[in-house]
Structures are given as C-alpha cells and as structure tokens.
C-alpha cells in the first residue's frame, strides 16, 4: 500500500507540473520474466468509457504488427485501488469503463526480438522491442506506449528509470536527472517517432554550423565503436549536406545502431524518424561492414526529406489501428533509394562502375523476384494485403524509376530541374505540416516543373506496368547494357539475388524460376523451393552464407552437388526433396554489362555532365 500511495503521489507532481498530458511511468531497474512493467496516467476524462489502443502499424512500416499481443496483465486501477471493469476489444484496444474512478493504467510488455511463443507477422526488428536486463533495451515507443483512441494529439511525458550503467540515446531532449530520463513531447504520434537505444555508453558526435549528430552503437563484441562509426559517415554527410543544396534540414539527428552476432527473424536493415533512424546489422569490424553502413545511413538519412517533409495525407494523418496506404511509395523509398547511391557518385564516394553495379543488380532482382503486371501505385495502396509480398521492390524498381525521373527531369529541362530540386520545391510547397492528396501529386510535379511531357513518365511507369527503358535512359547518357558481356562465374544452381527469406521457417527461398540457372536446372530445382542443405551442410539463415561460400570455395567442375530443399506439397505441408548432379561453373552476364559508350555524343556528354557532377 505505502509503494502504491508513493507511486500515487509521485504521479501526481509530475502531471500536476507537466498540465492536462499522458503521462507514461517506465521502470527498466525491474525486469521479471523478460517483461517490462508501464504505468500511464490519464488527463481528466469527460466520456465515461474509453479505448485504451496499441498500435497495429506504425509508420515507415508496411506490415499489419498488431503491438496488442505483446501485452499482458493489462489493468486499470482506480483512486481506491479497486479494478475497474476492462474488455478486450480486439488483439490491440481494451475498454475501460466508469473511467471517472480511473487513478492509472498498469500493464506489462514482452518485447518483439525475443517472444517466439507469441505467434503472429514478423516485426522486423529496426521496428521492434528488446528487453536484455544490463545490457540493452530497444525502446520504439509504440512497442511500449498506448493511447486513448481519439487522443492522440494531447500532450505526453515519458519517465524512464534506467539502470545507472545504460545510456538513452535518442534524438528527444532528457529534462530528468540522474538515473531518471524524463521527455516531453507535443503529442503520441511526435513521441513514436523519437525511438531511444538504452546501453553501455558507446557514442560519438559529428557537428556542422546547423546540425549536431549523435552516434550510439551497441556491439555485444565490442567490434565496431562509434568513433569507428562516426568516421565511417562523415564523408557520406558532407556528401549528403552538399546534395541537399549545402545546408542539413534539421538541428539534431540522432543514429541508434544495434548490432547483432544472431540474425533473428531473417533480415537486417533500418527504419527512419524525422530526426533518429534505428538500425539493426551483422556484427563485424569497420573493414568489413563499412560500405553496408553507409548505404544504409544514406538511405535513411535522406528520410528527412520524404516522407517526412513531403508526404500525403495517409501518412500525414496516420491512423495507428485503421492504416491507410499512399499510392506513392516510389517517391517515399524509391527516390530516397535512388538518392542514397546517386549522392555517393557526385560526392565521388564510389566511381560510376560501383554506381551501375547497383543499377544492374537493382533491376535483374526486380525481374527474377516481383511481379511486372501491377503498377507501382497499386502496389503501394495495396501493401498491406493483396500485394504484401512485392513490398521490398521498393528499392529495386523504385530506385530504378528514381534515376529514369532524374535522367528525364534534366533532359527536359535542360538541366534546369532534378530530383533533388523537385524534393526541395515539394518541401517548399508542402513541408512537413501540410499534406498533399494521393490523386493530386503528379498534377502538382507538373505545375511546378512546367513539364507536361512528364505526365507520360508517370501514367506508364508509375502509375502503368509498362517495362522500365533502362537501355534508353543509360544512352541518354552514353552508356549502354551489353547483353553480350559474359563471365564464368560459380554458382549452387541460383542467382542468389532471386533469394528471399521466409520468416517462419527461417529459410532462403528461390522466388522465380528465372533465377534458376543451367546448373538448377540440371539439379531439377524449383520456383518456391525452400533450401535445407547443401552437400550435408545446413542452409538456414543463420549457416547460409557461411556454409554456401564453404562450398563455393572447394567445389570443382564434376565434383558431386547435393540439395536438400524443402518443397510444398499440394496439401500445403512441405516435404523435403533430395536433389543431386556433377558440378560445372556457368556463364552469365556480367555484373559490369552497362558500360559507356566509346564515343558519346556532346549532348550525351552534356547530359552526363550535369547528372553526375
């Protein structure tokens, strides 16, 4: 009873301090069964019942997470300690009524990388929850934090309790003191898009007149440092601040790396917020992972400027339990894809060869893994159901139509518009209070651009399924894709870009049949194939790379291949399939097939001028 009245009391000073806000209670010193205990006082309510909500999505997701079934022992007590009735609507929202009893909310949350009894969709991690005692606490607010429904503009404060050897990293401003982190934020939508990295105390900073950055990095090895880090990204911000024109858009930024010696659930990557990015990535040395880092800091990064400051209103009015999807995921990660190599190019952090790997890998996955019969735009709307599983051609073909608008935007205009300008004009016109509707932008690029001739550009290759012209965008520039380049190359029967991970089972997948090669063929594998092991060794994604390029390395033409795959069987159960055939390297098209001209024209030569440098 004193530890409820003192709880009580202590609530009490905080929101009587803080005015009519949220006010969320953390306490990370007391861990029981991996779970984290939150306490939440409300402002005075006036309806009688309420929905207390846990977010199905969030944004820059494009998956349905359903965050409700990480909670449990969900509570609400009132002023005399009594519970007050509560139901539980769906896996996400609980009713509470005679809230006029209410004193405060208590429930405990399990976190998202470590809960495999909790069945469900993946939540990749960058997006996630961890909850390690003394070494480290992936804290995304929305893994932890509800929200009346209805109310999620009011103000809120957050009191986090952390151990005294953890650090929080965040890109919120800590008024508390000592071992208690307190951050206020205008409203839940604000403070879900400021995640914090509690652990050992590993950060660095890089300062530009305008933009303080954090690095914090988290390696359970203590492999990579942030200062390893720091000068890692520091040309690649300079870069970037050159790229958008010689000034960063926003007064702090915020980097928050975990890395991770225990791939979980099939994927690394990041998730951006308007002024932080969390990342989740292999453990390794700088040597090793430096290059990975950079494309992927870059990407992120340059979320600053959409969606963040250019966005519609699906995403601008985002709705936590009720989604709605913007047509528009071609400019949200496609340009900022596109933008993440191309500023490494001007800012000679890579030469044109390494620039149009990436172009060439980029669109050989596109058409060995994703569909080419639906439009970008429907895929986009559709992301969360119908076409779910074409979500990360995102970065394949969006990048792809990121650099056919760039090349176009500077032919038409002679190179008075590009992407770059167009994001900044976008950002001009709307920014990031003000949203533009889905139906309206392609209208609105034209009127700014005063380039008519672009409405083809987008009803064919955004908004139609007509096929990229890659081969006619590279002439524009004096380059060409030679289909003729050729090269010996070994392989275990696939391409592994028309690999993709299944979740569940843990498994590289072969996606189509045109990443199949002759040596697949001759093996008798199979579009959907799931690969168990090669020559006796283990495939799953956690002995994949290793054990593949165990094999690669001492295999030789004639030696023996054996493939353990796991193949669907009618009924939908999988069946494990043995297959076998002599070894033989293969030829295929060279990772360098587009390579310039030999004798360009000056208006090529112009055109090239002015997109790369």
Known sequence: MRLIIKISLFFLVCTTCFGQGFHYHVDLNNIRQDRVKVKVILPKQTENSIVFSFPKQVPGTYANYDFGRYIQSFKAIAKDGQMLPVKQKNINQYQIDQVGRLDRIEYEVNDTWDSPEIKGEYIFEPAGTNIQKDT?????????????????????????????????????????????????????????????????????????????????????????????????????????????????????????????????????????????????????????LGQTIRDVCAHEFFHIVTPL???????????????????????????????????????????????????????????????????????????????????????QKGALIGFGLDITLRRLSQGKWNNQLLLQALSKEYGANKSFKDAELFDKIIQITHLPELDNFFQSYVAGTKALPIQTWLQQIGYTWDSNQKEEVKTLGFDVQGLSINSETKRAVIQ??????????????????????????????????????????????????????????????????????????????????????????????????????
């Open 136 to 288: 480290t606490f992936a804290f995304n607010v929305h893994g932890f934090l509800g929200y009346v429904a209805g109310q999620e503009k009011n103000s809120v404060q957050l009191t986090i309790e952390r151990p005294k050897h953890l650090f929080g990293a965040t890109s919120l401003v800590n008024t508390g003191k000592g071992n208690r982190d307190v951050f206020t934020s205008a409203n839940y939508q604000s403070l879900v898009d400021a995640p914090i990295l509690y652990s050992p105390a590993d950060t660095a900073s890089i300062q530009f007149p305008e933009t303080d950055i954090l690095i914090s990095v988290y390696s359970p090895n203590e492999k990579i440092t942030a200062e390893e880090v720091a000068e890692n990204i520091r040309p690649l911000l300079i870069a970037q601040r050159n790229y958008l024109g010689g000034k960063l858009p926003v007064k702090r930024y915020a980097f928050l790396i975990v890395l991770s010696d225990n791939l979980k659930g099939g994927s690394y990557g990041a998730l951006e917020h308007t002024l932080s990015s969390f990342y989740y990535l292999p453990e390794g040395n700088i040597e090793d």
């Open 309 to 395: 400051s250019v966005h519609s209103e699906e995403i601008g009015n985002f709705d936590f339990n009720d989604p709605k999807m913007s047509e528009h995921l071609w400019l949200y990660e496609g340009l900022t894809e596109y933008a993440a190599h191309h500023m490494q190019l001007k800012g000679k952090l890579i030469d044109a060869d390494s620039f149009f790997r990436t172009i060439q890998e980029k669109k050989e996955t596109d058409e060995m893994q994703y569909k080419q019969d639906v439009s970008f735009t429907s895929m986009s709307k559709q992301v969360l159901g119908k076409y779910k599983d074409q979500y990360a051609n995102v970065y």
């Open 512 to 613: 189509s049949k045109s990443a199949i090669n002759e040596l697949g063929q001759l093996l008798g594998m199979q579009e959907k194939d799931e690969l168990v092991a090669v020559n006796g060794l283990p495939t799953d994604i956690e002995n994949f790379a290793k054990n593949a390029q165990k094999i690669l390395q001492i295999i030789q033409n004639g030696d023996m291949l054996a493939w353990d795959v796991a193949r669907k069987t009618p009924s939908g159960n999988f069946q494990t399939v043995h297959l076998k055939a002599p070894f033989s390297v293969i030829q295929q098209l060279s990772r360098q097939a587009i390579r310039a001209l030999p004798n360009p024209s000056k208006g090529q030569l112009d055109l090239r001028t002015n997109w790369m440098q």
